[in-house]
């Protein structure tokens, strides 16, 4: 018999309409799961202890974890920070509302790198996560913890959020599918702000269908969100055209690519090949410039954010003899040294006489990536592109080198500060049996579109089959206990293609 912690989203709400098992068996079957996994792994922070009763809805029975910079009513919220020790959320996150309302449920909060700042998640002042494909191996980052949950099996969908790739990088290096919606799409009330022009909460799934399921069920104008965007989703399911367009790939650099990676993409695009798609061929022109713009534009909105984290209010209050020494050690104390580097590399580049040399032109710089990404667009409905430079690396290896952990994110952080949505999928196993995966964008508001695409992708490949035999979970049809129709009321291959 397969485990219930198996099943995912679609495969839960059938399950439960049927009968076939009760939400408390789902409940407890995960909590079993993260009980005999979870200490090596290091996925949650904390875990709820009792099932509420469930809405009615097309999420019924779903449950989804969330980074623990996302507010849930109730429960802990720590950003992963000292500075926020004993802080319970006073309401819920527009996107957890929205859970609950469709019938979902929220099993736990998710590690992550302090504040989101880190490619990961060893930044984290509550413990390191573990990637599950290698324990001496990171899951990626900022939203670690997530990546890792769903990669495990403790919970089939959870909630990121990615202000430079930190869905999309740790999606890929735990064989997942991580999405990035265009920005504005999902609400930001509720998720505690990094970097406000840039932050978007992303989606971490085994397989498209379950993103797309939970995208446009949260997913939608919020007035809580002053970025929120008005345009309504698109969850008509068209088919294919007939006359395929062609697709864009991008030019891989010179250097700075890993050689398995490097040899993988050409054999990931013939997938898009055989699915009758023509490729061309493009580069940006711009797009080497991404990454500093990004660290320049971030990190100054990183300062201004946390300025309001100071002991005065809520969370760690270091003991001091006046109010500018109490300012000085909780902020010293309590924030960790990455998020200390930002917010003093943010502060100097909002600094009078630096505002116009390095955040000004940083923005400049960004619209002038915004224009290229827009003109390409115009001309392809997708674009296919690497999503990490290479596949997870050990644990400390790149802690004493923040440049080089910068790097991680040179795929991913273009298509960021241009807003537009874009998937990162999984490919095949390296020759250590680590992830490869590759990334999809597509153009504003073609977020259905592109999951479309990563359906008929998904087909081909098998990612979520891949993850199930690497946990023993693949060979075995789902069985119910046959108790569990009694109890469904009773609430409170190496390669994968």
Not at 52 to 80: F, Q, R, S, W
Not at 273 to 300: C, N
Request: aromatic letters at 10%.
């Amino acid at each position: 018999m397969t485990l219930l912690c198996s099943l995912n989203a679609r495969e839960i709400v059938s399950g439960l309409r049927k009968g076939l098992f009760s939400p408390q068996e789902l409940f407890h079957s995960l909590r079993e799961r993260t009980a005999s996994l979870d200490g090596e792994i290091g996925a949650f922070l904390s875990r709820n202890k009792e099932l509420a009763p469930l809405a009615e809805g097309p999420l019924k029975g779903v449950p989804v974890a969330m980074k623990d910079n996302i507010l849930a009513h109730g429960m802990p919220l720590t950003c992963a920070s000292k500075i926020l020790e004993n802080y319970v959320a006073p309401y819920d996150a527009t996107v957890v509302a929205r859970l609950k309302q469709n019938g979902g449920w929220v099993p736990g909060k998710t590690n992550m790198d302090e504040f989101a700042m880190g490619s990961s998640t060893e930044n984290s002042a509550l413990g390191v996560t573990r990637n599950p494909w290698d324990l001496s191996r990171v899951p990626g980052g900022s939203s670690g913890g997530s990546a890792a949950a769903v990669a495990s099996f403790q919970t089939p969908l959870a909630l990121g959020s990615d202000t430079g790739g930190s869905v999309r990088q740790p999606a890929t290096f735990c064989g997942l599918y991580g999405f990035k919606p265009t920005y504005g799409r999902i609400s930001r009330y509720g998720l505690v702000a990094f970097a406000s022009s840039l932050d978007q909460i992303g989606l971490f799934g085994r397989n498209p269908e379950d993103i797309s399921l939970l995208f446009e069920n949260i997913a939608g104008y919020d007035p809580l969100d002053s970025t929120s965007l008005r345009e309504p989703l698109r969850p008509d399911r068209d088919e294919t055209p007939k006359n395929l367009p062609a697709l864009a790939y991008l030019a891989l650099p010179d250097e700075g690519v890993d050689p398995e990676i490097r040899e993988a993409y050409p054999r990931f695009l013939k997938v898009f090949q055989e699915m009758g798609y023509p490729l061309e061929e493009v580069r940006v022109s711009h797009w080497e410039y991404a990454l500093y713009v990004y660290y320049v534009i971030a990190s100054s909105e990183a300062s201004s954010n946390l300025a309001r984290f100071d002991g005065i209010r809520y969370g760690f209050r270091s003991p001091a003899p006046s109010v500018d020494a109490l300012y000085d050690e909780t902020r010293t104390k309590g924030f960790g040294p990455e998020v200390r580097r930002r917010i003093l590399l943010g502060t100097f580049s909002l600094g009078a006489g630096q505002y116009d040399e390095y955040y000004g032109k940083a923005f400049q710089v960004r619209n002038l990536i915004a224009a290229e990404l827009r003109d390409l667009f115009s001309k392809y409905p997708f674009l296919l592109l690497p999503s990490t430079p290479d596949t997870a690396f050990t644990l400390g290896s790149k802690s004493h080198d923040p440049v080089k952990m910068y790097y991680s994110d040179f795929f991913t952080i273009p298509l960021s500060l241009a807003g537009y949505p874009a998937l990162s999928l999984p490919f095949c196993l390296s020759g250590q049996g680590l992830p490869i995966g590759f990334q999809i964008a597509a153009p504003y508001l073609n977020d259905e579109r592109m999951l479309r695409l990563a359906s008929r992708y998904e087909g081909i490949v098998g990612g979520e089959e891949t993850l199930k035999k690497r946990f023993n979970l693949g060979d075995e049809a789902f069985t119910a206990p046959p108790e569990s129709v009694h109890n469904k009321d009773n609430q409170s291959e190496e390669v994968f293609p």
